[in-house]
C-alpha cells in the first residue's frame, strides 16, 4: 500500500483475493504491485508461499511432483519442467493463482501442503522479454537474454521460451595444509574463475482432439561451465609472493540435452478423467580435466589427463484414470512404465617426468540399463466438510543389468504407502498429519568410476548398488488471511533405509555403496508479514529449514550426521512497494549454510557463508521495469576443512586442509517487459 492511500482496502488495491476452506484464490491484479512479467514473478510473491521443483531424486515421473500446477495439470516435464513452464508463461497469460491445502481433488500434486494452481487466459496473445547485464567481482562484465512468448497457432495454443547466458563466477583464496600435530606443511593461493554459458529453447502446444486435450512440452539446450584453477604454492610456508610451484586445472565439461513429452487427457462421461503421458529425455555429457604442476615455474614436471564420456536415457509412460467429481470419494489407479540408460566411460593418465601411468579404475567403462514398471492406487475421502484423507499405494518392481568392465544383475520391488489426514479448523487454519513411504532414484553414475582433480580423488564403480528408501511422518499447520499474511510449518522425521554413503568397495577402491540406515528431523517453515500501516507496501518473508541427522558410520562405528545433510536454511527478505511512485526497493539476508559429506579416507566439511543483498525497481521509465541489485555486499565466503585418514576413516588421521575462499560482490541491471 502507497503513501497516502491507508483508506482504501486491500481488495482495491491488490485485487479481491477469493477463499474458501482449502483453497484461496488470487486474480492476477493481487500482483500487480510486484510488475510481474512472467508466471515465475507471481509465484515468488504468493504469500507463505516456498516453489517446489520437485525431487529428481525419486524414481519415475510420478514421484517427483512438484508444488505447482499450471490448468490443473503438472507440467509434463522432468528436467526443469516447473520452472521452464513458468517462465514460459507470461504474467498477461495468467487470470488467477488457486492456493490448494490440502487434498482438494489434486492427484497431480499429492502429498504437497500447499499447491500453486495457474490459471490461464485461453486465446491470449502475449509476451515477455528480459535483458540483463552482470558485473562480478572481478569487473568483467556479462549479458543474458530472455523472450518468451504465447499465442495461438491455428487449432494450438503455444508459448515458447528461448534464453541465453554468459556467466563468471570469481573465487579466490588460500589452502593451507598441516600435519596430525598441526604443523603448516605447505600453503597454495588459488585463483579460480569459472565461466558458465547456457542457450534453451522450450515451448508448449496444446490442442483438442479426440474429445480431449493433447499437450507437447519440448525442451533443448546446450551448456558449457569451464572453471579454470591456478594454484600457486609455497613450501613450509604461507603465501608470500614467491611460490615455490605452480599448479593447474583446465576442465571443460559440456553438456547437450533434449527432452519430449506428450500428455493427453479426456474426460470420459461426467465423473472419471483418463491420463495418458509420454515422456523421454536424453542427456549427451562430456568432461576434460587437464592437470600440470610446474616446479620451477615455467618447468612441468608432473600432470595427469581425465576424460569422461556420459550418454543417459530415460523414457516413461504413464496412463491414470480418476474420477474427476467432486464426490465424498475420488480414487485414482493407474501405472507407470520408465527405461534409464547410461553408458559412461572413464579414461585417465598421469605422467611425472618422462613415464606415463594409466590409471585402470574398477568400473570404468560400464553401461547401466533399468526396466522399472509401477501400478498404483489413489483414494481421497471427504469425509466432511472439514475432514478429509488423502491416501495411496504403489508397488514397483524393476530390473537393473550392468555391463561393461563390471556386471551384475539384480531384481527390486517396493511397496510405497502414503495417508495423510486433513483437517480445516477455520477458515484460514489447517493442519496436517502425513506419512509416506519413498524409494530414491539412483545416480547410475555412481555405478561407474569418476576422478575430480581439483580434490584429487579417485573413486571406483559400484555394479551392486541399489536405491534408498525413507519413510517420511510430517505434521503441518497452514494459516492464512485475506490480507497477504501467511505461515506454513511443517515438523518431520525421516526414516532412512540403505543410505547411500562413501565406503571401502569389495574391490579395494572407495567409491558409493548402501551403508545402512539413518535418520533426519527438522522443521521447515514459510511465512509472510505484511507491516502496514506500520510500514504502507512493507512486507516482510522468510522461509526457514532446520534439520539434523544420525547415522552410524560403518568405518567408525560411532554415530555422525548423514552425507550432505543441509543445515540450517535461512532467508528473510524486505521489501516496500509504492505503487502511486511506481518504485519498489528491498534488501535480503541468507544465514551462513554448514555441510558435512563422509569420503571413505576424508571428512569434508563446508560451510557457505552468509550473504546480504539489496535492489531498487521501477516503473517509471517508459514502462519498462528497471531493476537494479548489489549481491555478496561484503564478500561471500566459502569456507572448507578437509580431514584426512590412513587407509580409511577407520584409521589413523593424518592431517588437514583448510581451504578459505572469497566471491565477490556482483552487481545487476536488469530492464524486463510485456508486450
Not at 10 to 18: D, P, T
Amino acid at each position: 500500500m502507497a503513501s497516502g492511500q491507508g483508506s482504501e482496502s486491500s481488495a482495491e488495491i491488490f485485487g479481491a483475493v477469493q477463499s474458501s476452506e482449502s483453497i484461496q484464490s488470487y486474480p492476477r491484479s493481487f500482483f500487480d504491485r510486484f510488475n510481474p512479467q512472467n508466471a515465475q514473478d507471481l509465484i515468488d510473491r504468493l504469500p507463505g508461499f516456498t516453489l517446489d521443483l520437485g525431487e529428481d531424486d525419486l524414481r519415475g515421473f510420478g514421484g517427483s511432483a512438484g508444488n505447482v500446477l499450471i490448468d490443473g495439470e503438472r507440467p509434463s516435464s522432468k528436467v526443469g519442467g516447473i520452472e521452464d513452464a513458468l517462465r514460459r508463461t507470461p504474467a498477461n497469460q495468467v487470470e488467477r493463482i488457486e492456493v490448494i491445502r490440502g487434498s482438494a481433488g489434486i492427484g497431480e500434486a499429492a502429498g504437497q501442503s500447499v499447491v500453486a494452481n495457474i490459471i490461464r487466459r485461453r486465446d491470449l496473445t502475449a509476451g515477455s522479454w528480459e535483458v540483463e547485464l552482470e558485473r562480478p567481482s572481478d569487473g568483467i562484465y556479462y549479458p543474458s537474454a530472455e523472450i518468451t512468448f504465447a499465442r495461438r497457432l491455428g487449432n494450438w495454443n503455444t508459448s515458447t521460451k528461448a534464453n541465453a547466458f554468459w556467466e563468471r563466477f570469481p573465487l579466490e583464496g588460500p589452502r593451507i595444509q598441516r600435519d596430525a600435530d598441526g604443523e603448516l606443511i605447505s600453503s597454495q593461493y588459488e585463483d579460480r574463475p569459472s565461466v558458465l554459458t547456457e542457450g534453451y529453447l522450450s515451448s508448449e502446444a496444446r490442442r483438442a482432439l479426440a474429445g480431449g486435450t493433447l499437450t507437447v512440452t519440448s525442451r533443448i539446450g546446450h551448456s558449457e561451465f569451464l572453471p579454470d584453477t591456478e594454484r600457486l604454492g609455497y613450501d613450509g610456508r604461507l603465501p608470500d609472493g614467491q611460490p615455490d610451484e605452480k599448479f593447474t586445472i583446465d576442465f571443460d565439461s559440456i553438456v547437450d540435452e533434449g527432452e519430449l513429452g506428450i500428455d493427453w487427457n479426456r474426460t470420459l462421461g461426467s465423473d472419471w478423467n483418463l491420463k495418458i503421458l509420454s515422456l523421454s529425455s536424453l542427456q549427451l555429457l562430456d568432461e576434460d580435466q587437464d592437470v600440470r604442476t610446474e616446479r620451477p615455474i615455467g618447468t612441468v614436471v608432473s600432470g595427469s589427463t581425465f576424460s569422461l564420456t556420459e550418454d543417459a536415457f530415460e523414457t516413461v509412460i504413464r496412463a491414470a484414470l480418476a474420477r474427476a467429481s467432486k464426490s465424498s470419494f475420488q480414487p485414482e489407479i493407474g501405472g507407470e512404465i520408465t527405461f534409464n540408460r547410461v553408458d559412461s566411460e572413464l579414461s585417465l593418465e598421469t605422467f611425472e617426468g618422462d613415464t606415463t601411468t594409466i590409471i585402470d579404475l574398477p568400473a570404468s567403462d560400464v553401461t547401466v540399463e533399468e526396466l522399472r514398471a509401477e501400478v498404483f492406487a489413489n483414494l481421497i475421502w471427504l469425509v466432511s466438510d472439514r475432514v478429509s484423507l488423502e491416501s495411496g499405494l504403489a508397488f514397483e518392481a524393476s530390473e537393473i543389468s550392468v555391463s561393461g568392465d563390471a556386471s551384475n544383475t539384480q531384481t527390486l520391488s517396493f511397496i510405497k504407502p502414503f495417508a495423510t489426514f486433513i483437517y480445516d479448523w477455520r477458515p484460514g487454519v489447517q493442519f496436517r498429519l502425513g506419512a509416506r513411504r519413498t524409494v530414491g532414484q539412483l545416480s547410475f553414475s555412481e555405478f561407474a568410476a569418476s576422478a575430480s582433480a581439483e580434490d584429487d580423488r579417485f573413486l571406483g564403480g559400484n555394479p551392486d548398488l541399489g536405491p534408498d528408501q525413507t519413510t517420511r511422518g510430517s505434521f503441518t499447520i497452514d494459516l492464512r488471511s485475506d490480507a497477504r499474511g501467511a505461515l506454513n510449518l511443517e515438523l518431520f522425521h525421516e526414516w532412512r533405509d540403505d543410505v547411500i554413503e562413501q565406503v571401502e568397495l569389495p574391490s579395494g577402491a572407495f567409491g558409493a555403496d548402501n551403508a545402512g540406515d539413518g535418520r533426519v528431523w527438522g522443521v521447515t517453515a514459510n511465512a509472510s508479514l505484511p507491516l502496514a500501516p506500520l510500514i504502507p507496501g512493507g512486507l516482510i518473508e522468510i522461509e526457514a529449514d532446520v534439520r539434523d541427522s544420525t547415522f552410524e558410520d560403518p568405518l567408525t562405528g560411532q554415530d555422525r550426521d548423514l552425507s550432505d545433510v543441509e543445515n540450517p536454511t535461512l532467508f528473510i527478505e524486505f521489501r516496500q512497494d509504492l505503487p502511486q511512485a511506481r518504485i519498489s526497493w528491498g534488501a535480503s539476508y541468507r544465514a551462513t549454510r554448514d555441510n558435512a559429506v563422509y569420503f571413505a579416507d576424508e571428512e569434508s566439511f563446508e560451510e557457505d557463508g552468509e550473504t546480504y543483498r539489496i535492489f531498487i525497481e521501477t516503473t517509471r521509465f517508459w514502462g519498462i521495469r528497471t531493476n537494479f541489485a548489489l549481491r555478496n555486499i561484503g564478500d561471500r565466503n566459502f569456507f572448507r576443512e578437509r580431514r584426512f585418514f590412513e587407509p580409511s576413516r577407520g584409521g589413523e588421521f593424518t592431517g588437514t586442509e583448510t581451504i578459505d575462499r572469497d566471491r565477490g560482490m556482483f552487481a545487476t541491471l536488469t530492464f524486463t517487459g510485456q508486450f
